[in-house]
């Protein structure tokens, strides 16, 4: 082991999870499997050629740099979107590529409609609609200006896309805002429709806009956070009435995260452990130091509060996360020493370390903690 730690995907789990949420569309319908952010932490590089195998042909990502990277794990022929940002420099790159991708102002409009006069291919562009988010998107009064350009370009700019993406689908307090923001987007493609400007995809639904609102789920579906096996909120699990205890729930995690003991040491009763003084021993201690810190994605909010599992028991973070260990207190765990497995995320024996365990305890959600995951930490594929 040449890194301090190392993450396992799980093909099965991912395959899992993909097909589940392939059942909630419509038989029409594109899956789009969104790559952003290192695939939320889970390696694009890894991750893609495992999603090709699954079947997924359709990745979405935030920037042009995220979409190099994909277009260079990719294996096979799969389409790209970029949802975010592309700069004016990498514009001409990103239609050359045959990369569709969100515009939502006037300038990037503008921008296209030049550099699409140059380009061997026409620009396949997604607008997005500012439909209650108010993020990013076209309002209301700019859409007779878009409209025109479009009927003008229709050789260079194509109309790949009419998108708008929800205020927090997931959560039912939004539910009302969400709704208007259907009824905001149905109103406004009309008036494409109207004007003989019709979209290949129609697309609003993110992991939560499939489960939560099926209405949402159009030509194509843009899902997250659920193919990597979480569920964007308790709200979703309960809407879609399945069984949602261990091996029951329909959507399986992808990822573990594991390590190594690298050292056992015995400390007397009454003595702090690691920096400073916020952990002091009640009883003669074994403590174990574990090659992963806060510089290695353990959150240093989980000083004191973390737990991983030591041959097959649940122990306990000592004293601070440092920047690049931990200890871990190992009194009660029979036969601990210097190599044995630690689990920082995933199952060993009958236990598990979910990822929500951690982020509920730190506050954060599961997006934040799965991103943060380092890139170098090394990824294998498993069953
Ligand atoms: C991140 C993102 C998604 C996917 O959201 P999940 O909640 O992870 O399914 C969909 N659409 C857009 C525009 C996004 O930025």
């Known amino acids: 082991m040449l890194h301090t730690s190392y993450i396992e995907l799980s093909k099965s789990a991912l395959n899992n999870n993909i097909q589940y949420m392939k059942s909630k569309l419509n038989p029409h319908t594109r899956y789009s499997m969104v790559v952003k952010a290192n695939a939320y932490g889970h390696g694009v590089e890894d991750l893609i050629p495992m999603a090709e195998q699954c079947g997924v042909d359709h990745f979405s990502v935030f920037s042009a740099a995220e979409a190099v990277r994909v277009n260079k794990a990719k294996q096979g022929h799969c389409e790209l979107m970029i949802m975010g940002f592309v700069d004016n420099d990498q514009l001409e790159w990103v239609i050359e590529e045959d990369i569709s991708f969100f515009v939502f102002s006037m300038e990037r409009l503008k921008a296209v409609e030049k550099t699409a006069r140059k380009t061997s291919n026409p620009a396949r562009i997604h607008i997005e609609l500012e439909t209650g988010m108010h993020r990013t998107g076209f309002t209301e009064d700019e859409l007779d200006?878009?409209?025109?350009?479009?009927?003008?370009?229709?050789?260079?700019?194509?109309?790949?896309?009419?998108?708008?993406?929800?205020?927090?689908?997931?959560?039912?307090s939004n539910f009302h805002r969400i709704k208007k923001q259907i009824a905001n987007f149905n109103r406004l493609t009309t008036l494409f429709k109207n004007n003989g400007l019709v979209p290949r995809y129609h697309h609003t639904a993110c992991s939560a806009g499939v489960l939560n609102f099926p209405e949402s789920v159009m030509d194509l579906a843009r899902v997250g956070i659920s193919n990597y096996g979480f569920w964007p909120s308790d709200e979703s699990k309960l809407i879609n009435g399945e069984q949602h205890i261990g091996d029951n729930d329909p959507l399986k995690r992808v990822l573990s995260w594991k390590s190594k003991i690298m050292s056992v040491n015995r400390v007397a009763e009454g003595e702090y452990v690691s920096y400073g003084s916020s952990f002091m021993t009640n009883r003669d201690s074994l403590i174990a130091t574990i090659p992963v810190g806060y510089g290695y994605g353990f959150s240093r909010n989980l000083s004191n509060l973390g737990h991983v599992l030591v041959n097959g028991k649940r122990v306990t973070v000592i004293g601070a996360v440092n920047m690049n260990m931990m200890v871990v207190d190992v009194t009660d765990v029979p036969h601990v020493k210097i190599g044995d497995e630690v689990v920082l995320i995933g199952s060993q024996a009958n236990r598990t370390i979910s990822v929500s365990s951690f982020s509920d305890m730190n506050n954060s959600m599961n997006y934040e903690l799965l991103t943060r995951l380092p890139q170098h930490i090394p990824r294998y594929a498993v069953v």
């Open 145 to 172: 200006e878009v409209m025109e350009i479009m009927k003008g370009n229709r050789e260079n700019i194509k109309l790949e896309g009419l998108c708008t993406h929800f205020a927090g689908a997931e959560d039912f």
